[in-house]
């Protein structure tokens, strides 16, 4: 199914395939708002509230952006992973929805399929100075792509568009991204063979344990791999420490499905945080460290070039009093960390 050419449930930047796959800034042609009555693409519409700063969203509230066409048979539902710097929307059609709620007959048997997103919408909360600087936050996405598509990310179309509130036009930044089916991989787990296997049991496969969680560790290596090179050539890292932000599948690929937080890389020993206050290139690295140590069975060297920094002793308390503050800020603020604590 070709989700956008077919349905177009979601009318951002685009007016046909070719511009939606070239994201741009967006305002409606002159006399668009007279258009038909269709909702959401033909008028603008004033939200109580900046949605940027809601901690939910819900079906009635997408449908009622400037740039969401009312889309008939699909439903917009909160994903779990929704977190501190995306509202994640996973995109159901109806008709699915009505087969897992009253089933269907399958050789005079009643099965209650379960409805599964079609896609996954992302609403990114970053707010944006002008135009360039939103540019300049697609081209770091861009470039993860380049490096870990399409075996180890969950691709995503980009999307700038206008969003309208109180009166103020301002640039928003969208996904449409591939719902991958999986289990979360927490780099700070055991990811011994037992635990792997334990994953597969959530998981249909037709290979053995063994040669299932064989080919999971040689996955890895090709994803380690990428991950390493894309630091030591481009500088940046994604959020790989993020809960849910890595998924095992069951083919047994590890794949990045969360591209909200792309953090530089500076071998300085200054430790550089987000906008929340969290140390995620230090924690990303180390991710990485795990990440290698555990499923491929290396003992992580100090000469490693990545490593030798972000893993140095005295650095790696400090990061860790960083991150202690980290969530005792989210809980003051009764909000959830969205980080593995280790």
Not at 113 to 139: G, H, S, T, V, Y
Not at 214 to 230: H, P, Q
Not at 295 to 319: H, Q
Request: hydrophobic share 40%; charged share 25%.
């Amino acid at each position: 199914m070709n989700f956008i050419e077919k349905s177009w449930v979601l009318c951002l930047t685009i007016q046909n395939l070719e511009t939606y796959l070239s994201p741009r800034y967006w305002t409606p042609p002159a006399g668009q708002a007279e258009s038909t009555g269709t909702r959401g693409y033909s008028n603008y519409f004033d939200m109580a509230e900046d949605i940027r700063d809601k901690p939910h969203l819900d079906h009635n509230e997408i449908l009622a952006l400037n740039f969401i066409r009312s889309p008939g048979k699909y439903l917009f539902r909160e994903h779990y992973y929704t977190g501190l710097r995306s509202h994640i929307m996973a995109v159901l059609d109806l008709v699915d929805i009505e087969n897992q709620t009253k089933g269907i007959f399958i050789n005079g048997l009643r099965w209650y399929p379960r409805a599964e997103p079609l896609k996954m919408l992302r609403i990114f909360r970053i707010r944006f100075n002008d135009l360039e600087d939103a540019q300049e936050e697609i081209k770091k996405v861009k470039m993860i792509q380049e490096y870990l598509a399409p075996d180890h990310l969950a691709r995503s179309e980009e999307l700038l568009v206008s969003y309208k509130n109180h009166g103020k036009t301002e640039i928003l930044l969208c996904g449409l991204q591939e719902y991958v089916k999986g289990e979360m991989l927490d780099p700070w787990s055991s990811l011994d063979k037992n635990h792997l296997v334990s994953l597969l049991g959530r998981m249909a496969s037709e290979k053995t344990a063994d040669e299932w969680v064989t080919g999971v560790r040689k996955k890895a290596e090709n994803f380690i791999m990428k991950l390493k090179r894309m630091i030591l050539e481009k500088n940046i890292v994604p959020d790989l420490a993020g809960m849910g932000n890595l998924i095992l599948t069951a083919p047994g690929d590890i794949k990045l499905v969360d591209i909200n937080n792309i953090s530089k890389v500076s071998f300085h020993p200054i430790i550089r945080l987000d906008d929340k206050g969290y140390p995620v290139c230090d924690k990303s690295i180390e991710a990485l460290s795990l990440l290698e140590h555990k499923l491929l069975n290396r003992t992580i060297s100090g000469s490693d070039f990545i490593y030798k920094t972000f893993l140095e002793p005295e650095r790696m308390k400090e990061v860790k009093k960083l991150v202690k503050k980290f969530h005792l800020t989210m809980k003051s603020a009764s909000s959830h960390s969205w980080y593995y604590s280790e």
